[in-house]
């Protein structure tokens, strides 16, 4: 099968990509590199001993998309491209939507204009808002709290649309936790351009000098430790569950929703530990006040994954931190 991947430099393109590559897949990637660097080709190349496309663009440029599409002879698409950052998405909310929301409509009438019609979305835990229980299920009912993840359910809902309106699409929307950690190899993990919000990047500046100390958002959570709890997973894991959809989505037409996480949740502090454990270097950190919509805890209930898709998480927190040092030490000069 020949893959599109869009938004397919970035830190869980990359991962996805020298999966499928190493599978066998041939994987064209679509990326306008505005979160990304356009030297992780050649690592992605490096890493899977094969020969993966690239195409710069952006997913509002149906024509162009649909080109690429025709042009590679697309079978399937993953679809990762898309703004992140929770907290900016509520300063630029315009922005998202038009990048987030806008950008796949553009993508699902370029699909429609060649007749392509398997595709794995990127979707986030964040579409289930404030927890009415725990853990997350699928069935959780969806009340996202920001603007992100609004972007995230509207898309969702116009793939359900879709999917009833047209009996030949088949969907997985993956619903994903908080991804975290690098390749084994060291070559290729998470590096945005400008200012980090994930806490492993952070990590890694206050590591290499860029920050003077990691700010923790609160210690006052009613949790063992006082920090927020989370459901931490492996990016290879992740990268791993895109393949598993994809492999199960050709017998499987409709729209389907997957949560990928651990089931597990584990403290800012506890992942901090660990990351010391593994660098062997004490992080200076502060705690501040909390976020406004920080949850206390948060953790999926992966059954659905495992059940259907046979996938289920295989790499733990001391792995991840082990993988995100390796990476930091091989890319500080970058």
Known sequence: MNILLTGGMGYIGSHTAVLLASAGYYVHIYDNLCNSKAQTLTRIQELSAKTVGFTEGDIRDTKKLSQVLRDQKIDAVIH????????????KPIEYYANNV???ISLIQAMQSVGISTLVFSSSATVYGDPIYLPYDEAHPTSPTNPYGRNKLQIEEILRDLAGSDKTWKIACLRYFNPVGAHESGLIGEDPNGIPNNLMPV???VVNGKLPSLNIFGNDYETEDGTG???????VDLAEGHLAALTWLKDSPGCHAFNLGSGNSRSVME????????SGQKIPYQVVGRRPGDLA????KANKARDLLG??????????????WLWIKNNRAS
């Open 203 to 205: 990590i890694a500046q």
């Open 297 to 300: 805890e948060y953790y999926a």
């Open 102 to 104: 806008q950008g796949s």
């Open 80 to 91: 990762l491209a898309g703004l992140k950052a929770v907290g900016e998405s509520s300063q």
């Open 311 to 324: 996938w289920e998480t295989k790499r733990d927190l001391p792995e991840i931190c082990n993988n995100t």
């Open 271 to 278: 992942l901090l530990h660990h990351f010391e454990n593994a």
């Open 229 to 235: 709890k989370r459901d931490y997973i492996h990016v």
